[in-house]
């Protein structure tokens, strides 16, 4: 092998080439994402639209079957459904795997834009979102304290909320059991008969009263002016004295068909905190954000946020995703520790020569680490599947030391040669047949990183893993392995220190005696 000997005459090379590998995987290893999973991107793409006020049958004869029909012809669907229910309508559209996920949302975005002008005019336009498995909520904060739900709303928002939606790796902050300013008007549907109006006219008179629009622009010598009509309602009062109609030339206000409340919106959630109402803040990262750095930068920032809030109010993480995905991926760093020290621990058993399976063990480290070089180049993150796929790896990577290291072991004690011409030798010997069985093992695992479907999703990382591994293994078998056998092994090796090679000198005097 022409790489194994120049490793073992020139020790400083292999040194070099092996540091090299050991400090790329080191930093790689400080740049990858800390996740639970893999990311798995499912080609989903949602639109939904909304009409306030209108039935179901409504909304899916006007706004529901239109979408259908247009989002129908966009290529490579594999399910289309929707979802139908009062002043809502939602399409759900299901791609093949192969369809790319950003192309086939803007399809089905520009299909939508097509027909903007079938939908009814009080309808919201539809908002085209991809399905993202990945941007899940990775922490909940709680507001909590001695005022009311309208306050503590105002107090997320406002000074909790805000400052955390500029945190690096945070996507969204949705608040829960919040209860927002509205400004209810009540009508008196007795008093609204007897006046002979509708409905519809007072809603009408209340848009029409309560709006701000551009008033054109002001030329003079000095300069121009920009005009603007204000005719925004400030307070409750004002609101009722908005003139709804007239009745023979006497104006009718909210005030004679009604009232005006300053209250709240109807609620749709509930939050509560020791047996207490509360407001909390669910925290969606962005699509590719680090977890675990997310949720620190929140934390970091939520102690700056803390000092800036009224007396008795509380901002407390009470739900944390980056914990449990610490606590996962610690747990498997830990078997793989372990799987390391036992490997060992049972070469040694073998060998019975500490400095033989120093040389052996040494394989172990430096393929893990130097993996995570290929890992971090492939975009993988450190996950489960990932980390299964070392750990599964480190029986696999000191293989190719151990033979290598028993040949170069053998010539020097059967041979009589030293260190450094049985290191040149016995690895020449065995690289072929060390390269096949190496090389075997990738062709099983190679094919799983090309696995399709939802399972390759799943399980690409792992193959790619797993081979990534062995191949590093190989090379650390032709380079560190012999140099360090060459320099380090003794040059005359006791017999009684070689448990394999004493029990079969003892079998082959049994069977020539």
């Known amino acids: 092998m022409i790489l194994a000997d120049v490793c073992v005459r020139r020790p400083v090379f292999a040194t070099m080439l092996i540091g090299v590998l050991v400090v790329a995987g080191w930093f790689s290893y400080k740049s990858l994402t800390l996740e639970l999973m893999p990311k798995v991107e499912m080609p989903v793409v949602t639109v939904t639209t909304t009409l306030p006020g209108s039935g179901p049958e409504e909304i899916e004869a006007q706004v529901t079957k239109i979408i259908e029909e247009a989002i129908n012809t966009v290529s490579g669907i594999d399910e289309l459904r929707s979802v139908t229910r009062e002043g809502f309508s939602q399409v759900i559209v299901q791609f093949v795997l192969e369809k790319d996920l950003g192309t086939a949302a803007q399809e089905v975005r520009d299909k939508v834009g097509m027909i903007l002008a079938d939908l009814p005019e009080d309808a919201d336009p539809p908002i085209v979102e991809k399905f993202d498995i990945d941007a899940t909520p990775v922490a909940t904060i709680t507001v909590s304290g001695s005022r009311s739900l309208k306050e503590l709303t105002e107090i997320a928002e406002n000074q909790v909320k805000e400052p955390l939606e500029s945190v690096t790796g945070v996507g969204a902050i949705d608040i829960v059991g919040g209860r927002k300013r509205e400004i209810q008007v009540l009508i008196d549907p007795d008093r609204l008969k007897a006046y002979g109006l509708a409905m519809r006219t007072v809603a009408q008179a209340l848009a029409k009263q309560n709006v701000e629009f551009p008033g054109g622009r002001l030329i003079q010598e000095s300069g121009e002016t920009i005009l603007r009509t204000l005719g925004r309602v400030k307070s409750v009062a004002e609101f009722e004295d908005i003139v709804v109609a007239t009745n023979n030339g006497i104006p009718i206000t909210v005030a004679d068909i009604g009232h005006v409340e300053d209250g709240v919106k109807e609620p749709r959630s509930l939050s509560r905190y020791d047996g207490t109402n509360s407001v909390s803040l669910v925290i969606r990262k962005q699509s590719g954000a680090n977890t675990v750095a997310a949720v620190e930068a929140v934390q970091e920032r939520l102690v700056n946020v803390r000092q800036l809030l009224p007396p008795g109010i509380e901002a407390l993480v009470t739900r944390d995703q980056s914990d449990f995905v610490k606590a996962s991926v610690h747990e498997v760093e830990q078997h793989l520790i372990l799987g390391s ?173």
């Not at 130097?370 to 599947?385: D, E, P, Q, V």
């Open 341 to 513: 020290l036992f490997a060992s621990i049972v070469v040694f058993f073998f060998l019975g020569n500490l400095r033989s399976t120093l040389i052996a063990a040494i394989a172990i480290p430096v393929s893990i680490i130097a993996t995570y070089t290929l890992l971090a180049a492939a975009g993988y993150s450190l996950n489960r599947i990932t980390l299964l796929g070392l750990t599964l790896a480190v029986g696999i990577v000191i293989d190719d030391a151990i033979v290598v290291l028993e040949n170069i072991y053998r010539y020097i004690e059967e041979k009589g040669m030293t260190p450094f011409e049985a290191a040149r030798a016995a690895t020449a010997e065995v690289g072929l047949a060390v390269s096949a069985t190496t090389l075997s093992l990738v062709v099983i695992f190679v094919p799983v990183g090309f696995l399709k479907g939802i399972v390759g999703m799943w399980l690409s990382s792992f193959g790619f893993t797993m081979a990534f591994a062995i191949l590093v293994s190989l090379l650390v078998a032709f380079t560190l392995t012999p140099m360090l056998c060459s320099r380090f092994l003794p040059k005359h090796l006791d017999e009684h220190s070689h448990p394999a090679q004493q029990t079969r000198s003892s079998r082959e005097s049994r069977f020539y005696g």
